[in-house]
C-alpha cells in the first residue's frame, strides 16, 4: 500500500481546515431559510386539511348555510390534497446503475480510499461506484425518513477521470470528495434535495388536478368561477412557495460554495496546494475528449464494430486536439506551477455567484494556495490504484456499450479508425487553427468576394510559401480573446454578469459602469481590425491557390471556385436554418415562460414556426441545384445533396398540429442540419486537399491528373451575412416577467399579490372556522347597548336584531346595558360547537317563534313555540327578518322557515300566552317592568302584573 499512496505535505497549519466564520453563517443561513419553507410548507397544509375536515363534520353534523360551508370544506379538502400530494412523490434517492464494487474484489482500492478517509476525518463510504463519467462525487442513500435520520454517503469514481489523473490528482479529487464526507452541513443538502422535490411538484408540476382546475373553469358560469377562485388561489400558493424556496436555494448554494472551499483545503492539506489545482485543469480537457470518445464509438457500433477500449481512444484524442490547438499543456500538468504561478486566469466579469453552487476555478486556486503548502508530486497513473486496470476497463466499456450485436475491434484497429478521423487536412498545424471552429464565407454576399485579390508583382512560389504566417495564429488567438472580453462587457452592461471584485478594471484601467459603452465600442472596433486582417489573408489564401490553378489547368481553377461556390452556399443555409431554429427556440421559451401559451402568445408561435418551415423549404428546393463533384459524392456516400436530405413531407403548423409539429421539428431540423453540416466539412477539406495538390505540383513537381467534373452550388438561394440574424427577444414582457418573478422588482409584486390572496383566503377561512355566528334580539322597547369582552359590538333598538361572530376557543363575557350605561345583564355563555348559530335574546325579554313562509302549493306548517331562552341555537333559513315574497324553485312550492321575536304590536298578554310555563311568564313580566321604557304602551300593564307577582 505505501508504494502507491502519495506522501503528503508536511507543518500543515492545524487551522487549515477549520470552518471560516462566513461558512459557519451560511450554514445557518441554510438551515433558517429551510425551516421557514417546511414551517410555511406544513401550516398551509396542516391548516387547509384542518379546515376541510372541521367545516364538512360540522356540515354533517347540520349547520346553517349547508351548501356555503359544504363548498367551503371541498375547496379546502381540495387545497390540502394539492398541497400533501407533494410528499408521495418524493423519490428516493441513492440507487446508482453504476458499477458497484467491493473491498474483496478490489482491496487495494478499498485500502487506499480507507486511509484517506482515516486521514480526512471522514467517515468511510457506505458503498464504492464506478461511473463511466468524468466526475467524482458524494451522493446519498435518501428518503423521505432522512429528513429525520442521517443518511449514508456512498462514492463515485468516475473512470474517465481516473484515466487523466496521476495518483497525486486523484488523491486530491478523492481526499476534496472526503472533505464532504466530513462536513456535518452536507445533512443541510439531503435536507434541500428531499425540500425541492416537494416543492417542484407544488410549484412546477401539473397534473390531474390542475386538469380538473381547468374543466372547471370551462364548465357553466354558475359553476366556473369556482375554478377561476381555486386556481388563483392555487396559483398564489405556487408563487409564495416559489419565493420562499428561491430565499431556500439561495442560502444552500451560498453554502455550497463555501463547502467547495473547505472540501479543497482538506485535499491541499492532505496533497498540498498543487495537485488539485492539476486536476481541475485537466478536468475540461478529460470531460470534452471523453464526450468524443463516446461520438467516436457510437459512428462504430453504428458500423457494426463495437471499440477496443475508450479509455485509450480519450488519452489519444486528448494528444491529438493538443496537437490540433497546438497546446502542450493541453489535458497535461501544467509546466508551471508554484506559489506564485496561477494556472486560471480571473476574468474581470462573471456570472452572478449567487446561484452557483461552485465557486470559480480561479477563486478556488486562489484559496488553495493562500496557504501555500508544497508536497512531493507522484507522477504515476492512477490507474495503478486497481489491481487488474484493464479487466476494470473492459466491464466499464461493456457496461456502457451494453448488449449490442458488433464485431469486438482490436485496440490497433480502434486507434487507426480513430486516427483517420482526425487526420483531416484542416487539423493540420501549417495552418495555425484558421479552420477550426470558424465559418470561412458568411461575411461575403457573393462567393466571388471570397477570392478577389489583388496578388503581388513576384514568384507565384514564394506567395503560396508566405501563406499562413505566424501572425495569422497570433491574430485568430487574439480575436478569441477580443469576442470573450467583448461578451463580457455585453454581460456586464446587460446586467448578466457582475464584477469579479468591487471594481471593474478593464485593461489595466479601472472604468465605471457609464463608461462600458466606450470600452465596448474600442474592442469592437480591435474584432474589426484584426478580422480584417484575418479575413484579407483568407482572400490571399484561396486567390493565390485560384492563381496557381490557372497556371496548371483552367479546369483546375474551375474545379476550386466549383469548392469556394459550393462552401458559401452550404455554410449559408446551415447558418440561415439554425438561426431560423434559433428563433423557434427563443419564442419557445419566452411564450410558455408563464407555464400557459396565450391566443396572441400562439399566434406568434405559429408565425415563427412557419418562418422556419419556409427556410426548410427553400433549402429542400435549392438541393436541386446542386452539383456534387465525384470526390464529394464519395465521402458524402450520396450522389446528390437532395438524396442526403431526404424527402420532405413536413406540414406547416397550424393550431390543430401544434403539439405535434413541435414534438417532431428538432428531428426534421437534426435531418437537415446533419447532410449540410457534413458537406461544409467535406467540401473545406476537398478544397484544402486540392489546393494542396495543386502548391504542391509547381513546387515539387509531383504529379497531378486532369481535374474532376467541379461542383455547383444553385442559382439562387439565401444568404444569411454575419450580423444580420434574427433578433432574438432578450427580455420577457412585463406580465410575463411578474409571472415567473424575473427581477426584483416584479418578483417584488408577484410576492405582494400572493401574499394579500393567501392572506385573505386564510383570513376568509379562519373567520369561518374559528368564530360561529350570532343573532342578538332586543324584545324591549328601549334600545340596548350589547358588548362582548368589554368591547360593544352593537347598540339595537327595540324589537330589533343584529348579526355578529363569536370567536372560538375563549369563553366570551356578554353584557348588556342601557343607553345610559345601567347593567342590565352579564353572563358567559356555553359555546357548544363550530358554526352552530347561537341566538342571545336579550335578558328572555321576547318569546321566540319558529314559523314557516309557504309557497305555491306547498302544505302548510304550524308555528313551533320556544319560550323565551336567553341563549340558544337554532337551525332556520332566516333570522329575525321577513321572508322574500317569492322564491324561484324547480318544483311545484316551497318552504322558507323563520326565527322571529314579538314586535311592539304584540300586547303583554300575547306575549305571556305564548309561553309554556309559569315560571318563564315571572321571569319575563319582572324584566319588562324592569327594562321597558316608561313611555311604552305597554309599560303600565307590565307594571301591574309585576305587582301582582309580590303580593
Same mark, same amino acid.
Given at each position: 500500500?505505501?508504494?502507491?499512496?502519495?506522501?503528503?505535505?508536511?507543518?500543515?497549519?492545524?487551522?487549515?481546515?477549520?470552518?471560516?466564520?462566513?461558512?459557519?453563517?451560511?450554514?445557518?443561513?441554510?438551515?433558517?431559510?429551510?425551516?421557514?419553507?417546511?414551517?410555511?410548507?406544513?401550516?398551509?397544509?396542516?391548516?387547509?386539511?384542518?379546515?376541510?375536515?372541521?367545516?364538512?363534520?360540522?356540515?354533517?353534523?347540520?349547520?346553517d348555510?349547508?351548501?356555503?360551508?359544504?363548498l367551503l370544506?371541498?375547496?379546502?379538502?381540495?387545497?390540502?390534497?394539492?398541497?400533501?400530494?407533494?410528499?408521495?412523490?418524493?423519490?428516493?434517492?441513492?440507487?446508482?446503475?453504476?458499477l458497484?464494487?467491493?473491498?474483496?474484489?478490489?482491496?487495494?482500492v478499498?485500502?487506499?480510499?480507507?486511509?484517506?478517509?482515516?486521514e480526512?476525518?471522514?467517515?468511510?463510504?457506505?458503498?464504492?461506484?464506478?461511473?463511466?463519467?468524468?466526475?467524482?462525487?458524494?451522493?446519498?442513500?435518501?428518503?423521505?425518513?432522512?429528513?429525520?435520520?442521517?443518511?449514508?454517503?456512498?462514492?463515485?469514481?468516475?473512470?474517465?477521470?481516473?484515466?487523466?489523473?496521476?495518483?497525486?490528482?486523484?488523491?486530491?479529487?478523492?481526499?476534496?470528495?472526503?472533505?464532504?464526507?466530513?462536513?456535518?452541513?452536507?445533512?443541510i443538502?439531503?435536507?434541500?434535495?428531499?425540500?425541492?422535490?416537494?416543492?417542484?411538484?407544488?410549484?412546477?408540476?401539473?397534473?390531474?388536478?390542475?386538469?380538473?382546475?381547468?374543466?372547471?373553469?370551462?364548465?357553466?358560469?354558475?359553476?366556473?368561477?369556482?375554478?377561476?377562485?381555486?386556481?388563483?388561489?392555487?396559483?398564489?400558493?405556487?408563487?409564495?412557495?416559489?419565493?420562499?424556496?428561491?430565499?431556500?436555494?439561495?442560502?444552500?448554494?451560498?453554502?455550497?460554495?463555501?463547502?467547495?472551499?473547505?472540501?479543497?483545503?482538506?485535499?491541499?492539506?492532505?496533497?498540498?496546494?498543487?495537485?488539485?489545482?492539476h486536476?481541475?485543469?485537466?478536468?475540461?480537457?478529460?470531460?470534452?475528449?471523453?464526450?468524443r470518445?463516446?461520438?467516436?464509438?457510437?459512428?462504430?457500433?453504428?458500423? $457494426?464494430?463495437?471499440?477496443?477500449?475508450?479509455?485509450?481512444?480519450?488519452?489519444?484524442?486528448?494528444?491529438?486536439?493538443?496537437?490540433?490547438?497546438?497546446?502542450?499543456?493541453?489535458?497535461?500538468?501544467?509546466?508551471?506551477?508554484?506559489?506564485?504561478?496561477?494556472?486560471?486566469?480571473?476574468?474581470?466579469?462573471?456570472?452572478?455567484?449567487?446561484?452557483?453552487?461552485?465557486?470559480?476555478?480561479?477563486?478556488?486556486?486562489?484559496?488553495?494556495?493562500?496557504?501555500?503548502?508544497?508536497?512531493?508530486?507522484?507522477?504515476?497513473?492512477?490507474?495503478?490504484?486497481?489491481?487488474?486496470?484493464?479487466?476494470?476497463?473492459?466491464?466499464?466499456?461493456?457496461?456502457?456499450?451494453?448488449?449490442?450485436?458488433?464485431?469486438?475491434?482490436?485496440?490497433?484497429?480502434?486507434?487507426?479508425?480513430?486516427?483517420?478521423?482526425?487526420?483531416?487536412?484542416?487539423?493540420?498545424?501549417?495552418?495555425?487553427?484558421?479552420?477550426?471552429?470558424?465559418?470561412?464565407?458568411?461575411?461575403?454576399?457573393d462567393?466571388?468576394?471570397?477570392?478577389?485579390?489583388?496578388?503581388? $508583382?513576384?514568384?507565384?512560389?514564394?506567395?503560396?510559401?508566405?501563406?499562413?504566417?505566424?501572425?495569422?495564429?497570433?491574430?485568430?488567438?487574439?480575436?478569441?480573446?477580443?469576442?470573450?472580453?467583448?461578451?463580457?462587457?455585453?454581460?456586464?452592461?446587460?446586467?448578466?454578469?457582475?464584477?469579479?471584485?468591487?471594481?471593474?478594471?478593464?485593461?489595466?484601467?479601472?472604468?465605471?459602469?457609464?463608461?462600458?459603452?466606450?470600452?465596448?465600442?474600442?474592442?469592437?472596433?480591435?474584432?474589426?481590425?484584426?478580422?480584417?486582417?484575418?479575413?484579407?489573408?483568407?482572400?490571399?489564401?484561396?486567390?493565390?491557390?485560384?492563381?496557381?490553378?490557372?497556371?496548371?489547368?483552367?479546369?483546375?481553377?474551375?474545379?476550386l471556385?466549383?469548392?469556394? $461556390?459550393?462552401?458559401?452556399?452550404?455554410?449559408?443555409?446551415?447558418?440561415?436554418?439554425?438561426?431560423?431554429?434559433?428563433?423557434?427556440?427563443?419564442?419557445?421559451?419566452?411564450?410558455t415562460?408563464?407555464?400557459?401559451?396565450?391566443?396572441?402568445?400562439?399566434?406568434?408561435?405559429?408565425?415563427?414556426?412557419?418562418?422556419?418551415?419556409?427556410?426548410?423549404?427553400?433549402?429542400? $428546393?435549392?438541393?436541386?441545384?446542386?452539383?456534387?463533384?465525384?470526390?464529394?459524392?464519395?465521402?458524402?456516400?450520396?450522389?446528390?445533396?437532395?438524396?442526403?436530405?431526404?424527402?420532405?413531407?413536413?406540414?406547416?403548423?397550424?393550431?390543430?398540429?401544434?403539439?405535434?409539429?413541435?414534438?417532431?421539428?428538432?428531428?426534421?431540423?437534426?435531418?437537415?442540419?446533419?447532410p449540410?453540416?457534413?458537406?461544409?466539412?467535406?467540401?473545406?477539406?476537398?478544397?484544402?486537399?486540392t489546393?494542396?495538390?495543386?502548391?504542391?505540383?509547381?513546387?515539387?513537381?509531383?504529379?497531378?491528373?486532369?481535374?474532376?467534373?467541379?461542383?455547383?452550388?444553385?442559382?439562387?438561394?439565401?444568404?444569411?451575412l454575419?450580423?444580420?440574424?434574427?433578433?432574438?427577444?432578450?427580455?420577457?414582457?412585463?406580465?410575463?416577467?411578474?409571472?415567473?418573478?424575473?427581477?426584483?422588482?416584479?418578483?417584488?409584486?408577484?410576492?405582494?399579490?400572493?401574499?394579500?390572496?393567501?392572506?385573505?383566503?386564510?383570513g376568509?377561512?379562519?373567520?369561518?372556522?374559528?368564530?360561529?355566528?350570532?343573532?342578538?334580539?332586543?324584545?324591549?322597547?328601549?334600545?340596548?347597548?350589547?358588548?362582548?369582552?368589554?368591547?360593544?359590538?352593537?347598540?339595537?333598538?327595540?324589537?330589533?336584531?343584529?348579526?355578529?361572530?363569536?370567536?372560538?376557543?375563549?369563553?366570551?363575557?356578554?353584557?348588556?346595558?342601557?343607553?345610559?350605561?345601567?347593567?342590565?345583564?352579564?353572563?358567559?355563555?356555553?359555546?357548544?360547537?363550530?358554526?352552530?348559530?347561537?341566538?342571545?335574546?336579550?335578558?328572555?325579554?321576547?318569546?321566540?317563534?319558529?314559523?314557516?313562509a309557504?309557497?305555491?302549493?306547498?302544505?302548510?306548517?304550524?308555528?313551533?313555540?320556544?319560550?323565551?331562552?336567553?341563549?340558544?341555537?337554532?337551525?332556520?333559513?332566516?333570522?329575525?327578518?321577513?321572508?322574500?315574497?317569492?322564491?324561484?324553485?324547480?318544483?311545484?312550492?316551497?318552504?322558507?322557515?323563520?326565527?322571529?321575536?314579538?314586535?311592539?304590536?304584540?300586547?303583554p298578554e300575547?306575549?305571556?300566552?305564548?309561553?309554556?310555563?309559569?315560571?318563564?311568564?315571572?321571569?319575563?313580566?319582572?324584566?319588562?317592568?324592569?327594562?321597558?321604557?316608561?313611555?311604552?304602551?305597554?309599560?303600565?300593564?307590565?307594571?301591574?302584573?309585576?305587582?301582582?307577582?309580590?303580593?
Amino acid at each position: 500500500m505505501e508504494d502507491i499512496y502519495p506522501s503528503g505535505p508536511t507543518d500543515v497549519p492545524p487551522t487549515l481546515i477549520q470552518a471560516t466564520s462566513q461558512y459557519k453563517r451560511n450554514a445557518w443561513l441554510a438551515v433558517l431559510s429551510l425551516l421557514l419553507f417546511v414551517a410555511l410548507y406544513l401550516a398551509l397544509t396542516g391548516w387547509f386539511a384542518w379546515v376541510a375536515y372541521s367545516t364538512l363534520s360540522e356540515v354533517a353534523a347540520g349547520i346553517d348555510d349547508p351548501l356555503l360551508h359544504g363548498l367551503l370544506g371541498c375547496c379546502a379538502a381540495f387545497l390540502a390534497i394539492f398541497m400533501l400530494k407533494a410528499v408521495f412523490f418524493v423519490q428516493k434517492g441513492g440507487d446508482s446503475k453504476d458499477l458497484e464494487i467491493k473491498a474483496a474484489d478490489h482491496p487495494q482500492v478499498f485500502a487506499f480510499l480507507n486511509r484517506l478517509a482515516d486521514e480526512a476525518g471522514a467517515p468511510r463510504p457506505h458503498r464504492v461506484f464506478l461511473s463511466p463519467r468524468v466526475n467524482a462525487s458524494v451522493f446519498y442513500d435518501l428518503s423521505i425518513l432522512n429528513l429525520l435520520f442521517p443518511s449514508r454517503k456512498n462514492l463515485e469514481i468516475g473512470l474517465p477521470l481516473v484515466n487523466c489523473l496521476t495518483l497525486s490528482e486523484l488523491k486530491a479529487v478523492l481526499a476534496h470528495e472526503f472533505g464532504h464526507f466530513a462536513q456535518r452541513s452536507m445533512a443541510i443538502g439531503t435536507w434541500v434535495y428531499i425540500a425541492q422535490q416537494i416543492a417542484g411538484h407544488v410549484i412546477a408540476k401539473r397534473d390531474a388536478l390542475d386538469k380538473f382546475l381547468a374543466g372547471l373553469s370551462h364548465f357553466d358560469l354558475r359553476v366556473a368561477w369556482i375554478g377561476w377562485l381555486l386556481s388563483l388561489i392555487v396559483w398564489s400558493i405556487r408563487s409564495l412557495m416559489d419565493t420562499v424556496f428561491s430565499g431556500v436555494v439561495l442560502a444552500q448554494r451560498a453554502l455550497s460554495r463555501q463547502m467547495e472551499f473547505q472540501a479543497d483545503l482538506v485535499a491541499v492539506s492532505l496533497t498540498g496546494s498543487d495537485e488539485l489545482i492539476h486536476a481541475l485543469h485537466k478536468l475540461q480537457a478529460a470531460d470534452d475528449a471523453w464526450e468524443r470518445s463516446v461520438q467516436f464509438a457510437n459512428r462504430m457500433l453504428a458500423e $457494426q464494430k463495437k471499440p477496443a477500449d475508450l479509455f485509450a481512444v480519450q488519452t489519444r484524442i486528448i494528444e491529438r486536439l493538443g496537437e490540433i490547438l497546438d497546446k502542450p499543456d493541453y489535458g497535461r500538468m501544467p509546466r508551471n506551477s508554484g506559489k506564485e504561478q496561477r494556472i486560471f486566469k480571473n476574468l474581470f466579469a462573471q456570472p452572478p455567484q449567487m446561484w452557483s453552487t461552485h465557486p470559480a476555478n480561479a477563486d478556488r486556486e486562489q484559496n488553495a494556495k493562500q496557504h501555500y503548502l508544497a508536497a512531493p508530486h507522484d507522477s504515476r497513473s492512477a490507474w495503478l490504484l486497481f489491481d487488474d486496470p484493464q479487466a476494470v476497463r473492459q466491464r466499464i466499456n461493456e457496461h456502457l456499450m451494453g448488449h449490442v450485436e458488433a464485431s469486438p475491434s482490436s485496440l490497433e484497429e480502434t486507434l487507426a479508425r480513430l486516427d483517420a478521423d482526425y487526420a483531416r487536412t484542416r487539423y493540420e498545424t501549417r495552418y495555425r487553427g484558421a479552420y477550426l471552429g470558424r465559418m470561412m464565407t458568411r461575411h461575403a454576399q457573393d462567393p466571388a468576394e471570397l477570392y478577389q485579390d489583388t496578388l503581388s $508583382q513576384g514568384s507565384l512560389l514564394e506567395a503560396l510559401q508566405a501563406l499562413y504566417p505566424r501572425q495569422l495564429g497570433i491574430d485568430l488567438q487574439q480575436l478569441n480573446e477580443l469576442n470573450e472580453e467583448l461578451a463580457l462587457l455585453e454581460g456586464l452592461q446587460a446586467g448578466v454578469l457582475k464584477t469579479s471584485g468591487k471594481q471593474l478594471t478593464f485593461r489595466g484601467r479601472t472604468i465605471r459602469r457609464r463608461e462600458l459603452p466606450g470600452a465596448i465600442d474600442k474592442v469592437k472596433a480591435d474584432i474589426t481590425r484584426i478580422n480584417g486582417r484575418i479575413l484579407a489573408h483568407d482572400r490571399r489564401c484561396r486567390a493565390t491557390h485560384l492563381a496557381a490553378a490557372e497556371q496548371v489547368s483552367p479546369a483546375w481553377r474551375d474545379y476550386l471556385i466549383g469548392l469556394i $461556390q459550393l462552401q458559401h452556399y452550404a455554410e449559408h443555409s446551415l447558418a440561415n436554418l439554425e438561426d431560423a431554429n434559433g428563433l423557434l427556440a427563443n419564442v419557445v421559451a419566452v411564450v410558455t415562460a408563464d407555464g400557459k401559451v396565450s391566443a396572441r402568445e400562439l399566434k406568434r408561435l405559429l408565425k415563427t414556426a412557419n418562418e422556419l418551415h419556409e427556410v426548410m423549404v427553400d433549402i429542400y $428546393q435549392s438541393a436541386r441545384g446542386v452539383v456534387l463533384s465525384p470526390a464529394l459524392q464519395q465521402h458524402m456516400e450520396v450522389e446528390t445533396l437532395s438524396e442526403a436530405l431526404g424527402e420532405f413531407t413536413l406540414p406547416e403548423a397550424d393550431k390543430s398540429n401544434i403539439n405535434d409539429w413541435m414534438n417532431a421539428i428538432n428531428g426534421w431540423v437534426a435531418s437537415m442540419t446533419a447532410p449540410l453540416s457534413a458537406l461544409c466539412g467535406i467540401c473545406l477539406e476537398e478544397l484544402l486537399r486540392t489546393e494542396q495538390q495543386i502548391a504542391r505540383h509547381l513546387s515539387e513537381g509531383l504529379p497531378l491528373d486532369a481535374a474532376p467534373s467541379p461542383s455547383r452550388a444553385p442559382q439562387k438561394y439565401t444568404r444569411l451575412l454575419t450580423g444580420t440574424e434574427r433578433k432574438r427577444q432578450k427580455k420577457l414582457g412585463l406580465w410575463d416577467r411578474f409571472q415567473i418573478a424575473d427581477g426584483w422588482l416584479p418578483a417584488t409584486a408577484r410576492l405582494v399579490v400572493a401574499v394579500t390572496i393567501v392572506g385573505s383566503v386564510l383570513g376568509f377561512s379562519s373567520m369561518r372556522t374559528l368564530s360561529t355566528p350570532v343573532s342578538i334580539y332586543n324584545g324591549f322597547s328601549q334600545a340596548m347597548q350589547v358588548s362582548l369582552d368589554g368591547t360593544p359590538v352593537a347598540t339595537i333598538a327595540p324589537y330589533a336584531a343584529h348579526h355578529a361572530e363569536l370567536a372560538l376557543g375563549t369563553a366570551p363575557r356578554i353584557e348588556a346595558h342601557t343607553l345610559d350605561g345601567t347593567l342590565v345583564e352579564q353572563f358567559e355563555p356555553v359555546l357548544e360547537g363550530r358554526r352552530k348559530h347561537y341566538i342571545y335574546n336579550i335578558a328572555s325579554g321576547s318569546p321566540l317563534i319558529e314559523w314557516y313562509a309557504v309557497y305555491g302549493n306547498y302544505a302548510e306548517r304550524e308555528p313551533v313555540r320556544l319560550d323565551a331562552p336567553r341563549w340558544s341555537t337554532a337551525h332556520t333559513d332566516i333570522y329575525f327578518d321577513k321572508p322574500p315574497a317569492s322564491v324561484s324553485t324547480k318544483g311545484s312550492g316551497a318552504v322558507r322557515s323563520v326565527l322571529s321575536g314579538v314586535g311592539p304590536e304584540t300586547s303583554p298578554e300575547q306575549m305571556l300566552s305564548i309561553l309554556r310555563s309559569d315560571q318563564a311568564r315571572a321571569a319575563m313580566i319582572q324584566a319588562h317592568a324592569r327594562w321597558d321604557s316608561a313611555a311604552a304602551p305597554g309599560t303600565p300593564t307590565w307594571q301591574r302584573l309585576a305587582a301582582q307577582l309580590q303580593h
